[in-house]
RNA sequence: GCGCGCUUAGCUCAGUUGGUUAGAGCAUCUCAUUUACACUGAGAGGGUCGGGGGUUCGAAUCCCUCAGCGCGCACCA
């Protein structure tokens, strides 16, 4: 053949930082990531199945790691494979304001450069600082997502912050509150002295820390103690009703004795609550700063004092040791325990699990506060009639498979959260963030998004950023307003993210979605695994094992980076990432690129390409080239069966090998001799198989690698472009081997 | 404390209702070839499938048990 026939780009090894660019360029111009514009041009049946996915939004101020890379290719493998099967395929992108977390980081930076707190600038400048921050740095993520071939609809991108999105979060509360799921009451909340704003139960994270566990002479019992700080206002002693060593004592029985700042009265109390096992059986009570000392005076009717204050100082109650920061009273108290024959024992090494906010917060101190809560076990009606609790509706919506959890395992881990659920701490003393529509006029609360009138004045706090999350797969498609996207595309078809926010936002959705709209938010829930280092190690600044995506897309390609995040990974288990796999699949793209110039090169009648078309093989092929197609379509047949049942790195491991060992190593090397050999019939027919064997292989590899195969099939000289298609000829939307929607 | 997961070649992992001689990639070694592609091809070595016990004609796979590693939740006076 002479060379002149096979296009100019094929002459070099594939070059993925020149072909990307390009790719990119024309998907973006053909607008087919946009469901309509596929209806428009005729590529997707107007009646077609919906298929969806909402993107798990990251966080605006953030860059791309590796996680989102592994996020991006499998919803993008997802999205790409059913559009070319003919789907009404929507993926839609967006980003979240992070509200915590992206406030303390603007604080933090203006308090490095200007040495001034937001009380200094006050709640209005804060907020337009933040604003400009994350209008600077959002177009750096959606760049990067961009880089890494994600078929996403930008038509239609949401942001949590938006217009439409605040006024859906504003509807959804007031919905709520109306149903009586959203209450204001005073309770013990997890309180963040650092950040100065409550945190959920969702978000502490605990850090194990050895310390030293006192016990202390409390009259005739002995208690024990990591917090002696709390003890000042201890004047309740709490055994178990059970426990035969305090049988002489009664419930309400007074003791007189002698504590840290003089004597006391002390009751004691008989509760189940007391765990005999744990240290002496006896212990006392700070009510105010503790749950379960919370619950014990609640249900005993016990006086409850605060100790400590917002920011960790000792009130007045503490005596000489008020206004000093609880971490450095804590050994002077001891001291004076002492010096006062208080002091039993010290057990140095107790292994104790320091509560503290997750989200770059501090430690948790435990404090009464008046916040908003939902009540996920407070019987309500749900919008297709149903009368059940929240709690009920969440472990409903898995049972009855309207929801389905995968991998499996981790169905069992929701229900588990599930059961130990309580009510939602969803107020926030932050200023970044959906401002809670509550009006105060004295001792009078309104709900209501707009002012009630003269002289009521709006609530300071914000919603826990996870209530807003919880709409996303409805505000994103136009909710309140029940739009055509609304209809056409909820319940989406599958959520898919890290197993690491399967409380924080899946179980969230649900919550939202069942009581909003009456339906579940997705029919399936995908859940991956974390990517790790070569090691297995986590990635990390401090450990220097951080492999950035955008570097691996620059040295390797996307594609390769993709299927490197793809091949390995089975369901829900962690990846383990090194620099030598992603390079490997570099190779592969390469390979593609030289299978396609050799096939080219051997076109026999280039101006009649076969038919390729599903299921059809070409009447002019001999009997062992039809053999030849009949084993690609098994291998289509295969994949599609493997990506439907979401094992996408078998499915990527099958194509692989069926590209690498079977068709270039086999097929392309028997065709050798037959090209070059005297039987015409034999060697144009090869020739066609070739070419046919080829564009399966193509389109079976689109999903995976979408700009290798996207760039050969620019190259080609004739298609199977459909008739009644308008518009540029992608292989982004060209039909899957194995046909349309219905298989 | 309750629950979940993992343990298969030097490394990373497949092996979905039990069924020939347990597979792949990377790495290692040997050979070939200037080729569609050296970002190549052919081949080799390497495994008592964590230990023990059981069920079965048959177990990497099912059951019991032990060990190591990892994770989640709870407790935390």
């Not at 053909?30 to 514009?37: E, H, K, L, T």
């Not at 109390?269 to 609640?298: C, L, Q, Y």
């Amino acid at each position: 053949m002479e060379p002149s026939k096979v296009p100019a780009p094929f002459l070099k090894p594939y070059n993925p930082t020149e072909q990307e660019p390009q790719m990119l360029e024309l998907w973006e111009k053909s607008g087919y990531a946009n469901p309509d514009v596929c209806v428009e041009k005729g590529v997707t049946k107007p009646d077609a199945e919906a298929y969806s996915i909402v993107l798990p939004p990251p966080n605006v101020t953030g860059t791309l790691h590796m996680g989102h890379a592994a996020m991006l290719a499998i919803e993008d493998i997802l999205i790409r494979y059913h559009r070319m099967r003919g789907y009404k395929t929507l993926w839609l992108p967006g980003t979240d304001s992070a509200a915590i977390a992206t406030q303390s980081k603007v604080e933090t930076d203006i308090y490095k450069a200007e040495k001034k707190t937001r009380h200094d600038l006050g709640r209005e400048e804060l907020l337009r600082r933040i604003g400009e921050f994350t209008e600077e740095s959002k177009a750096t993520i959606i760049n990067q997502t961009k880089k890494m071939g994600s078929s996403l609809d930008w038509s239609r991108y949401a942001y949590t912050m938006d217009e439409k999105r605040y006024a859906a979060v504003m509807e959804a509360f007031v919905r709520m509150y109306e149903a009586g799921l959203i209450y204001r009451g005073d309770r013990i909340v997890n309180w963040d002295p650092k950040l100065q704003t409550t945190v959920s139960d969702d978000e502490i994270e605990r850090v194990e820390e050895t310390t030293p566990f006192y016990y202390f002479q409390y009259g005739p019992f002995v208690i024990g103690t990591v917090r002696p700080e709390t003890k000042f206002g201890d004047k309740y002693l709490v055994v178990h009703p059970d426990d035969a060593r305090y049988k002489e004592y009664t419930h309400g029985q007074k003791i007189d004795l002698e504590w840290i700042n003089g004597p006391i009265t002390a009751t004691v109390i008989k509760d189940e609550a007391a765990n005999m096992e744990v240290g002496s059986g006896a212990m006392t009570i700070t009510p105010a700063h503790s749950g379960i000392d919370f619950e014990i005076a609640t249900r005993h009717g016990l006086d409850i004092e605060r100790v400590i204050d917002d920011r960790g100082i000792l009130l007045p109650i503490a005596g000489e040791f008020a206004g000093q920061h609880i971490k450095k009273a804590r050994p002077l108290i001891v001291e004076k325990l002492k010096n006062k024959g208080l002091l039993v024992k010290i057990d140095e090494k107790y292994t104790n699990n320091l509560a503290t906010n997750g989200r770059g917060g501090g430690v948790i101190e435990p404090q009464i506060k008046r916040q908003w809560f939902i009540a996920v076990n407070k019987e309500i009606a749900f919008p297709d009639g149903k009368k059940m609790t929240l709690k009920e509706r969440m472990r409903e919506a898995v049972d009855s498979k309207q929801t389905e959890i995968m991998p499996e395992r981790f169905d069992k881990v929701y229900r588990h959260w599930i059961d130990n659920l309580r009510d939602w701490c969803i107020s926030r003393q932050i200023w970044f963030g959906h401002r809670i529509p509550a009006w105060f006029k004295g001792d009078e609360v309104k709900v209501s998004i707009t002012s009630p009138g003269e002289g009521w004045t709006q609530d300071e706090d914000t919603l826990d950023t996870w209530f807003s999350s919880g709409l996303w797969t409805f505000s994103t498609l136009g909710w309140p307003e029940e739009t055509a996207d609304l209809k056409t595309y909820h319940p989406t078809a599958v959520l898919e993210t890290g197993y690491d926010i399967l409380f924080f936002w899946v179980a969230r959705m649900i919550l939202m979605s069942t009581f909003l709209r009456g339906e579940v938010p997705f029919k399936k829930v995908y859940l991956h695994g974390l990517v790790r280092d070569g090691q297995g190690r986590k990635m990390s600044k401090s450990l220097g094992n951080i492999i950035d995506p955008l570097t691996m897309v620059e040295k390797y390609g996307a594609d390769a980076a993709r299927l490197s995040l793809i091949i390995g990974a089975s369901m829900g288990n962690d990846v383990k990432l090194s620099e030598d796999r992603v390079r490997g699949y570099k190779h592969f793209a390469n390979k593609i690129w030289n299978i396609a110039r050799f096939v080219l090169e051997n076109q026999h009648d280039s101006g009649a390409a076969p038919s390729t078309l599903q299921s059809k093989v070409d009447g002019r092929l001999i009997e062992a080239d039809k053999v030849l197609i009949v084993e690609a379509q098994k291998v289509a047949e295969e994949v599609s069966a493997d990506i439907d049942k979401f094992r996408l790195d078998l499915a990527a491991d099958a194509i692989y090998h069926f590209v690498w060992d079977r068709f270039a190593a086999e097929i392309i090397e028997q065709s050798k001799e037959i090209l070059k050999g005297d039987d015409k019939r034999a060697s144009a027919s090869r020739s066609r198989a070739l070419h046919e064997i080829l564009l399966i292989s193509l389109k079976l590899l689109h999903p995976f690698m979408p700009f290798v195969t996207e760039a050969v099939w620019q190259q080609l000289p004739k298609k199977d472009l459909p008739a009644g298609r308008q518009g540029v000829d992608l292989l982004m939307v060209a039909p899957w081997p194995t046909g349309g929607q219905t298989g």
